[in-house]
């Protein structure tokens, strides 16, 4: 069975996602001469991943190789070095041509000179800012220039529900046009790029938006594309552990603040030369370490003018009632993907016209931990390459499959409670700390649930049942991908578990089953 293609819409190039990586791509093509459609399930800026970015954006200065040597170093020699040479050689020009001269944005300044921060496994100050808020300074500037341009238009509230695929060769996506798949149509394009950013939507911590769901990886894996390195799942050190948590930036750090546990005590140096600036994955399981051993873990922002370098930090503390004079509680957040669909330095995929760019890519640039700072130089860099080489392809009709909506209610909360128990396991057995048996016992619980999920899907069509099957498929590469791969840089694999009670960690399997 086959559907109707009558309402179809078709563009040269379609991007989903509107991050700074979809953005990228989106301007690339444009500027080729392609015609582009950008559809993204966002209502505003703040639902992408982008709007959040913190620290900055890392560029090269006089010195390249020293910073090829932090990328690498920071990977625990496990990134790519040619994808980290293209990184470093591009990074200046793609930031001079679409931040400071295309979008303008207001990069600090001291003296009337570009203010260069330093944040963690960065030997020396390369990284450009706005404040602690970045992201939202490049990417409200970013969409408002593609809305504004003839080539490109934005959907939002939209997903892309599945890839249309025909012979090994991509077609566009079959995107919901009403909010909750009440309306699915299908877009071909000439060439499509996923720019869907990562996953933090698996883990109850995350510093990302409840729209990261992985569902770029889980189509691509789904349509047969590679993915690789799952297992290397970054989680930020200084997340702020009260209610209405937020990030506390790794510029802070760089900026001389310094991590303390309950008893009052500096802790890092006991960990790593660098302390402090040690790379994030070190930090962040020393932080969980401090906090299980002595209760808290501060950030002391007293070496610092927090107030006057961070006022944005400054006053998400205050709206929350934290007294940062006295020391920021924090704790590690579930932060950035490593891995991802398999690109080349153009950002394609193995299967063909299939591109993908920012967190949902594996480009090699991270390895197994990635140097802070550098994913919006990824997605700028990767984007901007992507788009170029997507333009120049005609979209072609095909086939498109029917969705059923045989059995279209779904139960009460059905969708809800899955992702809580999809949460409670990849808290417990594939987060921070992992073990082999709870990476086993996560496999098989997870397996279990995408088949119950794929039950559903087979009969129904909605936005929410295709997010939680997406999730359950990526949740389930992550697991599968920490059962094989080597233990280093964010994936720690320890021999035995901690000190978890037999029968609460059979209530988590149960519950997580039911």
Not at 190 to 212: D, F, K, Q, R
Not at 275 to 280: G, H, K, S, T, W
Request: hydrophobic residues 40%; proline residues 4%.
């Amino acid at each position: 069975m086959t559907g109707e293609t009558d309402t179809a819409t078709e563009t040269d190039v379609l991007v989903v996602g509107s991050g700074v990586a979809g953005c990228s791509a989106a301007l690339a093509a444009a500027r080729a001469g392609a015609d582009v459609l950008v559809v993204t399930k966002a209502t505003c800026p703040e639902e992408t991943t982008s709007h959040w970015a913190q620290g900055g954006i890392a560029t090269t200065r006089s010195d390249p190789e020293s910073f090829e040597r932090d990328v690498l170093a920071a990977s625990a020699d496990t990134a790519d070095h040619d994808a980290v040479e293209v990184l470093v050689e591009e990074s200046r020009d793609a930031v001079e041509d679409v931040l400071v001269e295309t979008l303008d944005v207001p990069f600090d300044r001291e003296g009337g000179e570009l203010d260069y921060g330093r944040e963690a496994a960065h030997s020396e100050p390369r990284i450009l800012h706005v404040d602690a808020s970045t992201g939202k300074h490049v990417l409200g500037p970013f969409l408002n220039y593609l809305d504004d341009h003839e080539r490109v238009t934005v959907r939002s509230d939209t997903a892309a529900l599945d890839l249309l695929t025909d012979e090994g060769r991509v077609h566009g996506a079959l995107v919901d046009g009403g909010g909750d798949g009440t309306d699915p149509e299908p877009v071909f394009a000439g060439a499509t790029v996923l720019a869907t950013g990562g996953i933090g939507a698996l883990y109850e911590n995350s510093t990302n938006p409840e729209t990261a769901t992985g569902d770029g990886i889980a189509m691509a894996a789904l349509a047969g594309a590679e993915v690789e390195d799952m297992a290397y799942v970054q989680f930020h050190p200084t997340a702020y552990s009260g209610d209405d948590p937020f990030l506390v930036s790794e510029a802070v750090r760089g900026e001389g603040a310094i991590l303390l546990n309950a008893d009052g005590e500096r802790f890092m140096p006991d960990y790593h030369e660098d302390a402090e600036l040690a790379p994030r994955d070190v930090v962040a399981r020393a932080v969980a370490d401090e906090r299980e051993r002595t209760g808290e873990v501060l950030l002391d922002v007293s070496p610092l003018d927090f107030a006057a370098e961070f006022p944005d930090l400054a006053e998400k503390c205050e709206a929350r009632g934290v007294d940062w004079s006295e020391g920021i509680p924090v704790e590690p957040s579930e932060h950035f993907l490593c891995g991802g669909i398999a690109v080349d330095d153009r950002g394609r995929t193995d299967l063909d016209r299939l591109f993908a760019v920012g967190e949902c890519a594996r480009t090699g640039v991270h390895g197994a931990n990635r140097l802070a700072s550098t994913s919006l130089l990824e997605g700028l860099v990767w984007g901007l390459r992507a788009g170029e080489t997507a333009a120049g392809f005609s979209p072609e009709r095909v086939e498109v499959p029917d969705l059923r909506d045989s059995d279209p209610d779904l139960p009460s909360g059905f969708a809800r409670e899955k992702f809580v128990r999809l949460r409670r396991v990849m808290d417990e057995y594939v987060g921070l700390r992992r073990t082999p048996e709870g990476l086993k016992r996560a496999t098989a619980v997870l397996r279990r649930l995408k088949g119950e999920v794929d039950a559903y899907t087979r009969t129904r069509t909605s936005r929410s049942l295709y997010e939680l099957r997406n999730a359950s498929v990526v949740a389930l590469l992550v697991a599968r991908g920490a059962t094989e791969a080597d233990p280093v840089g964010c994936h720690a694999l320890a021999d035995e578990a901690p000190e978890t009670d037999d029968a609460d960690s059979e209530e988590v399997d149960a519950r997580a089953s039911d």
